[in-house]
């Protein structure tokens, strides 16, 4: 993509009314524009980290066997109050009339919707287990929306429910988002603490919430220092292997890791002094089990093994996928700007042309354009005719993680310069070295000729 | 995919009040559930076909050189107060209400929105030309839903809106738009004629609209069958070529389309007898120029090259994305189903075994699913227990246009079927040569070893 095709409203001011990191960075970085309180347009920028995130959701949840749907945003009120959640939800839940005076309400959730699917299509064990999920647009009318897209009115999110005839069953389900979220989190650059958690208005027996560190988190957490060397790096995993993943879930679960709802300073103290930790956190995930709840309440019964109809087991499981571009941003920025993880980086590489107009500037940064494109990858080429202050600046601030940089000098002994956005390291060699080398970062094989 | 981890609940029984081929078939594939009076739910099989009709739009429009983006649905009334529709739009937007007492509403369409943006951050003509589009649920509080997503209240649409300096350059992008729709619905398998249209509600001056033909359509269509020859298919289109694209589109538009709206009967009747043809048709998109409507009423201008500012002219695209799987249905089916276009199908092709639990059979299923699957195809293998009548009957009724038959006596000489659905016909082959014949339907590579 070429910069001056492009839309990205970068604001050289600070926004008064940002109180945090990320809200200002998306902002300032041309990323979202307020629309309403807690309401975002995304524009390309920040659409594009959006959907790198989404993807990302996807990939990993279809992994795990779960199956994607979509859910409309409009629900009838009905639903909700065969769930006795109609009243109980209180004004957090946007409620709507419409020309012929039905009571709706735009979706915070969705298991009473999700049930009412179940039960209408579903009466045996034989099609189970089963765990659909959606991502779609959801409306919590916050009495104070702030911080931007962390606490919206207005959000995207995955949420996933999983339907078990046995308690070890909905185990296995619940084991399954617990590893599928941590991978999720992982590919995009993110290190989210799953932590014992209190189950809300939603009811919930078994409940985690994920939690990515970071000063401006809304949540107090205790944790034991170990779990920070935790990773599930590349492993395979096989979803089917409920000793596998029980086991990884053990490993992950088993280090002292609290939010404030359910600290216990007793237990806490049993950690070593030194690996003892205390910090703020902000909630990117949550899942549930909550048994027959909701299905015992809507009649979601399938017939057993032996004919007897029973309520199913059931679990609902979240990704927020909108406050995730926010956290994400929270976790990895500097006083210059943001720092994508490559994972979820809206353009794997900006190419920087010092001097816009120099025949063999421009056409190096075209090869560049071109060679990076033809790899399948997304540069981001400043061809913009200004000062090289100013394109860097830009590129420090909307965060590409690695940046090519194209000036006379160099070229006349054939290199060009490639930085990291994270170190601020920069490195000089040939246009074709720094091509592969960007190659190799985003795992592109490159078969030499 | 195994069928039998999957959530594919297709119904044996007509729906009473479905009254179309689309919304019955939609309903009976297990494709869409009503979760209210023009509310659906996408069950998996139909979230697939909504989501490849969506790729299709964004990577046509990618193309073209426009830049997506997202809007939120829910709207502040008071951009609409400016532009003078939220009085005049009626009783089709549905109005909100939040816990502040705000006027919001679910947009309906975005002219006011993307004007919004584009005056808070766009100020010099240096920025033009610029077309940015998103692909977003929006409602219309129909009095009376009916045909299932083909006139539902809560459905998902790709708008664009393009922002140019001169009338010449907003009409380059109206022809932009021309093309890169054409070539979106025949990538989907589809026919979608350009016809001279009124400009309706939202205002404007050239608009053309697209119309699929089908018996069910709610339009009345008169056209000359010389346009039924036509065709882009594969050539190169270079969308900055606008005389190029000037060409293209007056090829497409010469030939008299019109709908009732516009009809003209005595221009019609100078077509020759022979090729006048009258039918129904589906819109399926529109495409606007409106001139400076918005931008004068809503203050979006720009200093031209001399300084002076001016209002920039502007149109508005639109692709109805939930719509088309209705309309695709309603020009692909027969009396047993759907007969999904390879383009948009949701799996490219079905395997059936003919005797599940068969050691021989089962084997040559398990291959041929992973063989398709490594090609980077989707199968979907039936691997339930049932008769072959009752597997045929599914993958007739949901429409994979390709069926590979895993039977007995055909193993025993090595031998599988394959079936077109659309054509009806079997060709016994090797399992071999029917992978490489349906990697070869779809286009990819398959070197020989």
Known sequence: MRLSRYFLPVMKETPADAQIASHRLMLRAGMIKQASAGIYSWLPLGYKVLKNIERIVHEEQIAAGHI???????QPADLWRESGRYDAYGPEMLRI?????RDMLYGPTNEEMITDIFRSHVSSYRDLPLTLYHIQWKFRDEVRPRFGVMRGREFYMKDGYNFDLTYEDAMHAYDRHMVSYLRSYERMGLRAIPMRADSGPIGGEDTHEFLVLADTGESEVFYDSTILDMKLGDRGIDYYDR?????????WTTPYARTDETHDQSLFEKIPEDRRRESRGIEVGQIFYFGTKYSAAMGATVAGPDGAKVPVHMGSHGIGVSRLVGALIEANHDEKGIIWPEGVTPFHVGIVNLRQGDGDCDAACERLLEATTALGLEPLYDDRNERAGAKFATMDLIGLPWRITVGPR????????????RTGESEEMSPEAAIDRIAQIYGIGHTPE
Chains 1, 2 share one sequence.
């Open 68 to 74: 994607p749907m979509l859910m409309p945003t409009l």
């Open 243 to 251: 000793a596998g993943l029980r086991n990884i879930c053990e490993t």
């Open 410 to 421: 160099g070229l006349k002994e054939g290199k060009v310069e490639l930085t990291s956005r």
């Open 97 to 101: 009339r419409d020309r012929q005076d």
